[in-house]
């Protein structure tokens, strides 16, 4: 019991990019040490980037497999499918369930968890997941069923609510940028203060917020270098170093051919 509180307690400290996941802090139980009213996209998030982390410190014979099953759905919804990886995938996949067989109980699997062999020959026919699954519509539910005034009069105060919305905000581009709106709202995280010049200068680091609270701590080595290659993998302001290097190697690769010859 100890040990799913310390999760739980991981969990609800987390801190996530805005509208990345929901606010995981609210589906925390910490008395039962358990998490509830989860939507499907919070298990999306937490099957992909957080099982791996959450259960790291249990035995490798049983991490292992966790981690396997993770990068395994991490790949499968990536934006881009190579028919070379996705052959590896279909190759994988039954050696990682019967890994998970041996340590999760029988009445564990059902048919969901057989559905994952047949997921890569799916998106070898139909193309990148992303395109394909619910979860826009979802939330477009979501928010239709919130403005919901009368029972008796579903469907119309659905299409009043959507037209309120369209109207308003089909008027906020007439009004200026110090007018707050639905259009210029900064995210959940933000604090106030302004950027500093750095912040101004690389888009990456152009979003206002930190969090609710601020903690102050050193990287270690990996933490170090998975940051700043997360940073020169996503700054546009980077890219045409990257063609200089490209350049650069190519050159060399062709000069070192041609002394061969």
């Known amino acids: 019991m100890d040990q799913k509180r310390k999760i739980c307690e991981w969990v609800q400290n987390m801190k996530m990019p805005d509208g990345y996941a929901s606010n995981l802090e609210k589906r925390v139980d910490m008395t039962q040490g358990k998490l509830h009213g989860m939507k499907s996209h919070d298990f999306h998030v937490f099957m992909e980037t957080l099982l791996p982390i959450a259960f790291s410190g ?3 014979r049983i991490w292992k497999p966790m981690t ?5 759905f991490k790949d499968l919804c990536s ?3 190579r028919v070379g990886n996705l052959d ?3 190759q994988n996949i039954p050696v990682i369930t019967s890994k998970l067989e ?3 109980p029988p009445e564990f699997f059902d048919v969901m968890e057989h559905l994952p062999i047949h997921l890569a020959e799916e998106a070898r026919l139909g193309g990148p997941v992303h395109c394909r699954w619910m979860y826009p519509f979802e939330r477009t ?3 239709s069923k919130r403005g919901i005034k009368q029972k008796h009069r579903v469907e119309g105060s659905i299409c009043e609510a959507y037209l309120a919305k369209e109207t308003t905000h089909f008027c906020s581009y007439y009004f200026g940028d110090a007018v707050p709106c639905l259009r210029n709202r900064p995210n959940r995280h933000f604090e106030g203060g302004e950027n500093d010049a750095l912040a101004k200068q690389i888009s990456i680091f152009n979003r206002p917020g930190s969090g609710s609270k ?4 050193e990287f270690n080595d990996m933490e170090s270098k998975s940051t700043s290659i997360h940073v020169l993998l996503n700054c546009p302001e980077v890219q045409r170093y990257y063609e200089y290097l490209n350049e650069d190697i190519l050159r060399a690769i062709s000069t070192c051919k041609r002394s061969e010859v």
């Not at 396997?68 to 395994?72: C, N, R, T, V």
């Not at 601020?214 to 701590?217: C, E």
């Open 58 to 60: 249990l035995p490798t």
């Open 68 to 72: 396997e099953i993770s990068l395994f």
């Open 79 to 81: 934006s881009m499918l």
């Open 88 to 90: 590896r995938m279909h």
């Open 102 to 104: 041996k340590i999760l």
């Open 141 to 143: 539910i979501s928010k």
């Open 214 to 217: 601020k903690r102050t701590r």
